[in-house]
């Protein structure tokens, strides 16, 4: 059975102090995880180490990077390897985020490289795909996120991509408030492991945990997770209100 999955990024946001208020609120609040669910966060590099060892005894918690470098080291001032996350323990990283897709130019090429070395280090990504607005008014965001998992995941074996993680973010509905009705995230989702089936087989496409992110809050996260290919959510803003993740966790299937 796939992993249902609650996972927090954080983005930019939070100094340690408020993230540690904001863990600590959290663990106060009634939340629930069962066996086959995770909550993982996804924190600043600089919080790594100290949220995980915030963390560190509770069942099915991990902490994630929300990012990592597609070169194994070197001259590459300001950057943070594969490596150096395994080296204090990092099981996590966030891929392909389409801030970063954005804002740092990250190709599917190079994010094929970036999911190479995380398994390299043994480390698993969460690797983002979605599609910008204009893609979906023109109703052909299915090539569209098709193309990225082919050109960043399908020199990967079955092996590697049993168990991977995915998160479905239309880019369109990231902290715009606007969120994807359940309809279009199922819609979506049944297609990526559609996609995924074809090229890996249906033990490995029913595998892999689908998240869907994009305003998922509270008062939405159990209608959409509960669609049968949506695995649970990679969450934004919600992510920093303790009660809202709270809750978030508690509409995993
Ligand atoms: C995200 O950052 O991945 C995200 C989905 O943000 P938000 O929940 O704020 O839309």
Known sequence: ??????????????????????????????????????????????????????????????????????KKSGAYTGEVSAEMLKSIGIQYVVLGHSERREYFSESNAMLAEKVNICFENGMVPVFCCGEPLAIREVDTQNSYVETQ????????????????????????????????????????????????????????????????GGSVKASNAKEIFGKPDVDGGLVGGASLIAAEFAAIINGLK
Not at 37 to 63: E, M, W
Not at 186 to 191: S, T
């Open 1 to 70: 059975m796939r992993k249902q999955i609650a996972a927090a990024n954080w983005k930019m946001n939070l100094t340690l102090q408020q993230g540690e208020t904001l863990i600590d609120e959290l663990l106060s609040t009634p939340h629930e995880l069962t066996e086959n669910q995770l909550a993982i966060f996804a924190v600043p590099f600089p919080y790594l180490i100290s949220i995980k060892n915030k963390l560190a005894g509770k069942k099915n918690v991990f902490v994630a990077a929300q990012n990592c470098n597609n």
């Open 149 to 212: 998992l082919k050109e960043s995941l399908f020199h990967l074996t079955a092996e590697q991509l049993t168990g991977f993680i995915i998160a479905y973010e239309p880019i369109w509905a990231i902290g715009t408030g606007k969120t994807a009705t359940s309809g279009q995230a199922q819609e979506m989702h049944a297609h990526i492991r559609s996609v995924l089936a074809a090229q890996y087989g249906n033990t490995v496409a029913d595998s892999i945990s689908i998240l869907y």
